[in-house]
């Protein structure tokens, strides 16, 4: 069949690859491989207006910018990842001194996290390639989109997770029809175990930072960006800067690759600057950017913001390049600020997961540190629900006073 | 100012009542108040198509048939309730033995549930009122919706809740900035303190089944079936079939009156006929429904499926009526068969809190007893995401495998 990408490019040496050629990794270094359109082709026929007007409300509206071909599952989950809103909450805007906040929630998608976005993407690329097994190493959002994009159109998911993983995230991947395996082992010996099988029994891998249709999905949150808020934005105004929670940094690698496909179209004339926010706990990637290098190295991850709770980031090269050929940065937090951005974006009517409140608690310090003026337009990106982790919300908030049943106990409480 | 309603009309005595005669029931009887729109002044300006030509994803798209104005609030959550996605599981309808089968998910809304319907009417009704306060008793989906509506624009809510409240739904509600106060008593003593509150300080109530505004914002569930399954119905098929999940009353209450108002209007040729599901641990209303009266009688509620476990249900009499009036009927279903649904919802990638599976539990129960036929079109309404009651997940599946970290293990499990 016809591929709807040129070839693959290997972020760390350059080499190129036909579609055909490699499946994951380059072959040379282990590098992560850019999956590369073609522009010129594009170019001819796409323009932004034709590329905006697909009636959908879910990331195959761009359809025309993705390296694969819409799966079907027309109404289905599958037809339901993206398109996620954009909130202006002036309150919080206000509060911070802000112009313009906007905050992309991504609670909405059908598992309640961004992770939906890649999983849908690959879980088409699948089809195309005949692939009847797609698996993963997960215990979390990533395990879960994959199990509920699979089954949205009846795809085989197979799932290794470390037996220590909470039964409870493990439920909603066997929910979902998955085949769940708990690995008497550590997270590293089911993601290798993961990658074993697959080579095994010829299936698909989804892991993150390993394959490379997982930031092809992720990149869709740049166009709905540049769709929802930068088409918007005055010609005059500054750029837009966004706030990106990063763990193995795979999300910030594929909103960056989404800016710039646009810009490789000619379609956005001014680059958004990118900030990479991480837990003080688990901050590989920030500390090679301060490092001014690419040279990642592990740490020993320990925050409670367990989406992004990470000890060797897969795509951390990627990510780093993000922020520095954006003019952008990173921003490391303690936990203590990821609770207090929970109960920040409570106030506003959005219930975000330690890892999603992480970007905002970026944002709070940028503005402390004049990393941001008051008159940037900024964008908040919030990854995932906090029905996702309630007990970090129990964390984030007081407790509630306990009364008599009587008014007069209800009148000494609000006074 | 002028009222976007007629009047009130009681559910029990027929009694009308100017808009700002009454403020929640009937003061003769207690009867649910019915919400009675201008109905001969809308068909002069008012057709289908222009009701339906509004730009907004969410419910206020059908502000033309609201009693409410539009809060505002625009790029907040409050304009991002309602306006679910339905789905079309051809696997599941096939296993089914349907011809056609809809599946309506609740799921994407702010607060993951129904609710938000009921919130953003009666959190547009405070606003129009000048209420500065909402109060509502509740430890679920009402409270969260209320919370995280009133959040959105700033409003002021407080919640009683009954001091044995799982902790996990009292953070979310604290996250929301709500007030929260626990009483030293059982939910009774939480509902009865609510209203003396309001009474004493001026508040308003959101309370189910007593503020006649919650049924208008569920109603709007109605006019999305209407203009995403049935108006695209072929004219010689038989009506949609709706399975509703019932526990106080009110959503069956709320749907039944939406397509009321759409018959009203002369766009609803065929009434869809409405089936009530109840858990047979919480069945009062199904017990009255097949008693062939409308007087309820308590019951003592033992469900898992807590969002619908009620004792004495406050919007009875209308919810017996929804079936009664369309042909429809009440079905109940034991815990096991709620827990088998979340199970086949999963497998087509939905994942339901038990209350929403029970709807899909009846639809199962409705064909073994031919109480549907494999040609009716059928809609499932699912009501609230799985994440809300993540420990009901697990009893639903079985336990996923441990093995030792190797290939063999895996072939082992796999054959």
């Known amino acids: 069949m016809k591929q709807k990408f040129s070839h693959y490019e290997c972020s760390i040496c350059g080499a190129n690859y036909n579609p055909g050629e490699v499946t994951y990794t380059c072959p040379k270094d282990g590098g992560n491989l850019n999956v590369i359109l073609d522009y010129a082709a594009l170019n001819k026929n796409l323009t932004p207006d034709k590329f905006m007007d697909i009636p959908e409300a879910s990331l195959w509206r761009y359809i025309n910018l993705l390296p694969v071909e819409d799966p079907g599952g027309f109404a289905t989950p599958l037809h339901r990842a993206g398109w996620t809103p954009v909130y202006q909450p002036k309150r919080l805007a206000k509060k911070l001194g802000l112009k313009h906040l906007w905050i992309k929630d991504e609670s909405p998608n059908p598992t309640a996290s961004f992770k939906d976005r890649a999983s849908a993407i690959v879980v088409a690329r699948a089809q195309e390639i005949d692939a009847e097994v797609i698996v993963a190493a997960s215990t979390g959002n990533a395990g879960a989109a994959l199990a509920g994009m699979a089954a949205a159109i009846g795809a085989k998911a197979v799932i290794f997770a470390p037996k220590t993983a909470p039964p409870a995230k493990i439920a909603q991947l066997i929910v979902f029809g998955a085949q769940v395996l708990l690995v008497d082992g550590n997270y590293d010996q089911a993601f290798d175990l993961s990658i074993e099988a697959t080579q095994n029994f010829g299936w698909y891998n989804r892991n993150t930072g390993y394959n490379p249709f997982t930031a092809e999905g992720k990149k869709t949150a740049a166009f709905e960006i540049w769709e929802q808020v930068i088409r918007g934005l005055p010609e005059n105004e500054k750029p837009l800067t966004i706030f ?11 909103v960056h690759k989404g800016f710039k496909d646009l810009q490789a179209l000619g379609w956005l004339p001014n680059m958004p600057r990118i900030i990479g926010v991480q837990s003080e706990g688990s901050a590989a990637i920030a500390n090679t950017f301060h490092q001014g290098d690419e040279d990642i190295k592990p740490v020993q991850a320990t925050t ?23 003019g952008g940065t990173y921003i490391t937090v303690p936990d203590s600020a990821i609770l207090e951005a929970i109960a920040e974006l409570g106030q506003v009517g959005i219930f975000a997961e330690p890892a999603a409140s992480t970007a905002y608690a970026g944002l709070v310090k940028a503005l402390e540190e004049a990393i941001v003026q008051p008159e940037d337009p900024v964008l908040v990106l919030s990854t995932g629900s906090g029905l996702k982790d309630v007990k970090a919300a129990m964390q984030a908030v007081a407790a509630a006073p306990v009364i008599e049943p009587n008014l007069e106990a209800v009148k000494k409480v609000l006074q």
Chains 1, 2 share one sequence.
């Open 244 to 254: 990106i929670p990063v763990g193995d940094g795979n999300i910030i690698s594929g």
């Open 304 to 326: 409670l913001a367990d989406s992004i709770s990470v000890d060797l980031p897969r795509d951390g090269v990627r990510a780093v390049r993000a922020a520095r050929d954006t």
